[in-house]
């Protein structure tokens, strides 16, 4: 490069500089490895390669043939899996292509309310998904907070909808996909196993994968799992070129042949034992973390987790969600506000903020360090105190001095 783009250098500074200070516990985000993020960044960002490996409508696309073909025996032998597509742009499209593919217009959804932890992309109003199909909600139990599966079989024998959604955005438990399967093969409908969030914890063997069991498993690359930012699908394997065709041409053109490249080196990264031991460590130290807010007396969703996420009923400490998200924020540590089951505040406030241990796992941080932040992120929302640098400092001193991957 000649001369640097200076407007460009000056931002990627901030943000270098903000991720390495930041303890980010946002349950979505991650690190990716230094290789993840060159290969994503490769000249193959240059080539058109509409199409699958050895069926393109473009010439000059035999190496772009062997990532695609790289991408999916990886992706496969991570997800055990007959079938994969690594194409879509995101997790959303994944998403996408499979109700376009396997759905009319109008047809029914069942899936779980966006308050209750469910995704946009699984019917709400303001996407796509809520526009083109007629979706009904399932909810999680008032008392327990944990997904009611005789409720949810009553609602799908009275809907008897085409499709059936798990998988979600902010559950903190064990989904059981074989309950699911039953209810959707009662009502003869498909089941959908949206693993955005969990990926990485199900390819580990922490969470039960829904391969073999769901008709269609959607994903996001780029949170649990550790990937760069984009999608994938596995599909029943009668279904595989129906949802394939759905990818392509229905709702995309060309693939980011470098965003696949970077999915090929992040599946090899967690085929390793080093990412089970990273899954079980993400697990551990969510456990630390809801512990010490236990006993410092907030009221968690669902009273705990299994998984890398948990929410936090900011109302324990009297406060609301916008208001827990923005008082971290000021003192380095990063989480987003998040609606709790049946929450009386609109979306914008919301009572609970979300919690979520991969991205500071990834950083490699200490039991002990973790705890001093978990007293930080109680202390800092208890206070009634404006002055919260002691708080900033505490925090900036243990990122200091963590590894970036
Ligand atoms: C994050 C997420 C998605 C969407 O991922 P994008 O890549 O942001 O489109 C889809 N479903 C669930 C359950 C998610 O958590």
Wanted: aromatic residues 6%.
């Amino acid at each position: 490069m000649k001369t640097l783009d200076k407007k460009i250098e000056l931002i990627l500074e901030k943000e270098s500089i903000r991720q390495r200070n930041s303890a980010v516990f946002i349950a979505s985000e991650n690190y990716a490895s230094e290789s993840v993020r060159n290969y994503s960044n490769s000249i193959f960002t240059n080539k058109y390669a509409e199409g699958y490996p050895g069926k393109r409508y473009y010439a000059g696309c035999e190496n772009a043939d062997e990532v695609e073909n790289l991408a999916i025996s990886r992706g496969k032998k991570l997800f055990s899996s007959k079938h994969i597509n690594v194409q879509p742009h995101s997790g959303s499209q994944a998403n996408m292509a499979a109700y376009v593919s396997l759905l009319k217009p109008g047809d029914k959804i069942l899936s779980l309310s966006l308050d209750h932890g469910g995704h946009l992309s699984h019917g709400h109003n303001v996407n796509f998904s809520g526009k083109i199909y007629e979706i009904h909600n399932y909810y999680l139990n008032r008392e327990s907070e944990l997904l009611d599966y005789d409720q949810i079989n009553d609602i799908a024998e009275k809907v008897k909808p085409k499709l059936i959604i798990c998988g979600y955005s902010a559950y903190s438990r064990i989904i059981d996909f074989n309950k699911f399967k039953s209810i959707s093969q009662k009502v003869d409908s498909l089941l959908m196993a949206d693993i955005a969030h969990i990926a990485g914890l199900v390819v580990s063997g922490k969470h039960p994968s829904p391969v073999g069991i769901a008709d269609i498993i959607t994903s996001t690359t780029h949170k649990t799992l550790r990937g760069p930012r984009g999608g994938l699908a596995i599909i029943r394997e009668d279904l595989s070129s129906k949802y394939d065709r759905g990818v392509f041409p229905a709702i995309q053109g060309g693939p980011l042949m470098n965003t696949i490249l970077a999915k090929a080196a992040a599946f090899e990264e967690a085929l390793s034992d080093n990412f089970i031991e990273y899954s079980q460590q993400i697990i551990d130290n969510a456990k630390v973390l809801a512990n010490l807010f236990l006993d410092r007396g907030l009221r968690l969703v669902s009273g705990g987790t299994d998984n890398h996420l948990m929410l936090i009923d900011t109302r324990s400490i009297g406060i609301n969600g916008d208001e827990a998200e923005n008082k971290l924020n000021e003192v380095g540590i990063v989480v987003n506000k998040n609606a709790i089951p049946f929450d009386p505040m609109p979306p914008k406030i919301t009572s609970g903020i979300r919690i979520g241990t991969p991205a500071i796992t990834s950083r490699q941080i200490s039991n002990d360090d973790l705890l001093k932040i978990g007293d930080v992120i109680v202390d800092c929302l208890s206070t009634s105190s404006k002055n919260t640098s002691v708080f900033s400092k505490e925090v900036q001193k243990i990122m200091n001095k963590l590894p970036l991957p």
